[in-house]
């Protein structure tokens, strides 16, 4: 079974940075697309940022562009998140999710989510 | 960047009935990628429809996705206890994504 289980999160400080990690199993990680999405409460979901498969391509979206730094270590099966000066809007739940390959950016496995509150 | 405009934004129905759920874009989507997902309280989105009308893997055959362009729908044919939740839909385009408002079905 595929499992994804996030690591990280936290209350941080207006201008603060944290790390989020999120360790897979259950398929081929190396050969796999990954995205982090967010969602703030009682909002949508909102894409944040996706990783090719050898991690040599990140995509971000322009709320986090600058700010955020997707990356992955294929011998570990770990995806990080390097998020810095964050803001108050950065608050959410944030899921690493698998893609579906060939469909287009669809995500078919997610992680349980992991709350990241940024407040003074 | 294209918006994802779904409709309506509750939907009140009984178990057995059939759900229609609009998700509208701003442009057309010449490639049609465009994804469906429920989410349920407390848990992380679920795939359900990609490519705008592939059921994914374990998915029941009563949803159903169609559409092209700029007006897309996701059918349930009749609802299930398990189907009242949030259904959003998606977008990738232009190396980007896009969801959707969302459209919360309700137990009448």
């Known amino acids: 079974d595929v499992q994804l289980l996030e690591s990280g999160g936290g209350l941080v400080q207006p201008g603060g940075s944290l790390r989020l990690s999120c360790l897979a199993s259950?398929?081929?990680?190396?050969?796999?697309?990954m995205g982090w999405v967010r969602q703030a409460p009682g909002k949508e979901p909102e894409w944040v940022s996706i990783i090719s498969a050898d991690g040599r391509d990140a995509y971000y979206a322009d709320s986090v562009k600058g700010r955020f730094t997707f990356s992955r270590d294929n011998s570990k099966d770990t995806l990080y998140l390097q998020m810095n000066s964050l803001r108050a809007e950065d608050t959410a739940v944030y899921y690493c999710?698998?893609?579906?390959?060939?469909?287009?950016?669809?995500?078919?496995?997610w992680g349980q989510g992991i709350l990241v509150t940024v407040s003074s | 960047e294209i918006v994802l405009t779904q409709s309506p934004g509750t939907l009140s129905l009984s178990p057995g009935d059939r759900a229609t759920l609009s998700c509208r874009a701003s442009q057309s989507l010449s490639n049609n990628y465009l994804t469906w997902y429920q989410q349920k309280p407390g848990q992380a989105p679920r795939l359900l429809i990609y490519g705008a009308s592939s059921r994914a893997s374990g998915i029941p055959d009563r949803f159903s996705g169609s559409g092209s362009g700029t007006d897309f729908t996701l059918t349930i044919s009749r609802l299930e206890a398990e189907d009242f939740a949030v259904y959003y839909c998606?977008?990738?385009?232009?190396?980007?994504?896009?969801f959707g408002g969302g459209t919360r079905v309700e137990i009448k």
């Open positions: 999710a698998k893609e579906k390959s060939g469909s287009g950016w669809s995500f078919d496995s």
């Open positions: 259950g398929f081929t990680f190396s050969s796999s697309v």
């Open positions: 998606q977008h990738y385009g232009g190396s980007r994504l896009t």
